[in-house]
């Protein structure tokens, strides 16, 4: 069983950032793409910002500019560092990973870390 685990969320003020960890722990696992997804209260999951096993990244277009993801592929970590945050912003974000094993192939979900933004 492979486990995520985020960190790094609380409240910000308008126009401050964050950085937004997440660990993929367990055994005989290896991770490929990991990713960054949040939802805001009322509203559908969205994505924020994904990157491969080759470290190509793509961003969700409220995120474009502002939000960067990065990743340590020997500690199964990625971080997403986040600018000139917004209220909008304010949401759960979750890390998403896709895991193979030597049987499998799953998309696993971290619990989700909650950010706010808000003077």
């Known amino acids: 069983q492979v486990e995520l685990v985020e960190s790094g969320g609380g409240l910000v003020q308008p126009g401050g950032s964050l950085r937004l960890s997440c660990v993929a722990s367990?055994?005989?696992?290896?991770?490929?793409?990991m990713g960054w997804y949040r939802q805001a209260p009322g509203k559908e999951r969205e994505l924020v910002a994904d990157?491969?096993?080759?470290?190509?990244?793509n961003y969700g277009d409220t995120a474009k500019g502002r939000f960067t993801i990065s990743r340590d592929a020997a500690k199964n970590t990625v971080y997403l560092q986040m600018n000139s945050l917004k209220p909008e912003d304010t949401a759960i974000y979750s890390c998403?990973?896709?895991?193979?094993?030597?049987?499998?192939?799953?998309?696993?979900w971290g619990q989700g870390t909650l950010v706010t933004v808000s003077s």
């Open positions: 990157i491969t096993s080759s470290d190509n990244t």
């Open positions: 367990g055994r005989d696992f290896r991770v490929t793409d």
């Open positions: 998403n990973a896709h895991i193979t094993t030597a049987t499998a192939y799953i998309e696993t």
